[in-house]
């Protein structure tokens, strides 16, 4: 089945800076792959997400980035404010996977004001 | 509407109790989930309803029972829980057809066992 490793699993900048989490997959045949942010005591819900068959997606300060080849796939948050402050989760899905999502380790993030 | 609506958001049990956790959406989706999330860890998948079908079975204990009355209600059914079953229980759907889609959570059941 697919394995997703997520890292780094905490990290912590400066408001205004940028950040960037990084994750690989195992599955050749997987080719959805979302992120989830998830605050404190609250569900985890879709800041973006890329298919197979495009290398990198925007919305605003956020962008993911897909390299099929290597199987890593990463998020770039930029501007980061304090409210940024949450935990991350990559995940990876195919057909071969009945579409069933496999989270990575999850990366806490802390954006110091 | 794109909500998931879990009940109840809180619920302690006894270890004899038995219970129910329920989950509703009305946005069409054909494919309902329940995952488990324990502190600081990622969400794991026990039960996939595909057409009100169970579809997937993560190898949960039968103290855990699912239940898909329709197309829009998931229920997880409760009895005879460890305390080691302690945990946020996230109900998610998405549509079920046409590819990997969005999976939309619920705000999660924060059950604990006494």
């Known amino acids: 089945g697919e394995n997703v490793e997520q890292h780094p699993s905490t990290l912590s900048v400066q408001e205004g800076d940028s950040a960037v989490i990084k994750c690989t997959y195992s599955?050749?045949?997987?080719?959805?792959f979302p992120w989830y942010k998830q605050e404190l005591g609250k569900r985890p819900q879709l800041i973006i997400d890329?298919?197979?068959?495009?290398g990198e997606k925007k919305d605003q300060r956020i962008a993911v980035t897909l390299n099929k080849t290597a199987k890593h796939f990463s998020l770039h948050i930029t501007e980061t404010q304090p409210e940024d402050s949450a935990v991350y989760f990559c995940a990876a899905t195919g057909w071969n996977a009945g579409n069933m999502l496999t989270f990575g380790g999850g990366t806490r993030l802390m954006v110091k004001p | 509407d794109t909500e998931v609506t879990q009940t109840p958001k809180h619920l302690v049990m006894g270890m004899t109790n038995k219970k129910s956790l329920k989950c509703e959406q009305h946005?069409?989706?054909?494919?309902m989930y329940w995952y488990k999330q324990k502190a600081k860890k990622p969400p794991e998948l026990m039960f996939v309803y595909s057409y009100e079908k169970l579809s997937i079975n993560e190898s949960v204990p039968s103290r855990f029972s699912p239940e898909c009355p329709n197309s829009s209600l998931l229920n997880l059914h409760l009895h005879a829980l460890q305390p080691e079953d302690s945990a946020l229980y996230l109900c998610?759907?998405?549509?079920?057809?046409?590819?990997?889609?969005?999976?939309?959570f619920g705000q999660g059941t924060r059950l604990t066992v006494v």
């Open positions: 998610a759907s998405s549509q079920g057809t046409g590819g990997p889609t969005e999976a939309f």
């Open positions: 946005m069409g989706h054909r494919a």
């Open positions: 599955d050749s045949a997987s080719n959805y």
């Open positions: 890329i298919r197979s068959n495009v």
